[in-house]
Each structure stands twice: as structure tokens, then as C-alpha cells.
């Protein structure tokens, strides 16, 4: 399955609908090298930008990925809410920009 098509799946399955697909650059090492790493973000009102990833097997058939995908959007809406979480002064202080 397609890295894009995997990732609008995952997407249609958040319950966050701020979550959107990282389209930047990808740290280089993020993920495991038996695993792809697909990379989101979600924007606070203050500004600041999170990366939240998600791994998936690299040799996973079609079939077992699908079957990920509820667990992945998961993770992704609890990265999304551990964000929010936050205050806005804690998002400037990790703010890379």
C-alpha cells in the first residue's frame, strides 16, 4: 500500500480532525529500519507545529495494515491530545522556530 493512501485512511479514522499530513522534510531516523514511519501534525491556535508519527511494518501485507489502521489513528489522536494538553507557553518553549 501507498504511503499517501495508508496515511488518508489513518485520517479518515482520527477522531482529531486537526491532524493533517506532514508534508516537510522527515527528520532523518525517525522510525525503526524494519518500519516506515508516517508523519502527521496538528497546529495549536498559538502557532506552534507538532510532528506525530505513526510506525508501520515494512513487510506488513495489505491486509494486516488495513487492520492497523484503527490502532494508528489512535495513536495519533492520543499524540494529538497529549499536545493540547499543553499550554501554549510550554508550545513556544518547544517550539523549534
Known amino acids: 500500500m501507498e504511503r499517501e493512501q495508508l496515511q488518508q485512511l489513518i485520517l479518515e479514522s482520527v477522531e482529531d480532525s ?4 506532514f508534508k516537510g522534510r522527515v527528520p532523518v531516523g525517525l522510525g525503526r529500519s524494519t518500519a516506515r514511519a508516517l ?7 498559538c502557532g506552534v507545529t507538532a510532528m506525530l508519527s505513526v510506525d508501520t511494518p515494512e513487510d506488513a501485507t495489505e491486509e494486516k495494515t488495513r487492520d492497523m489502521v484503527p ?3 489512535k495513536a495519533l489522536d492520543n499524540q494529538a491530545a497529549q499536545f493540547k494538553r499543553f499550554p501554549c507557553e510550554a508550545h ?6
Do not use: Q
Request: charged share 15%.
Open 92 to 97: 513556544s518553549r518547544m517550539s523549534m522556530g
Open 39 to 45: 508523519v502527521f501534525k496538528i497546529t495549536c491556535h
Open 71 to 73: 490502532h494508528l489513528a
Open 18 to 21: 486537526a491532524i493533517e499530513p
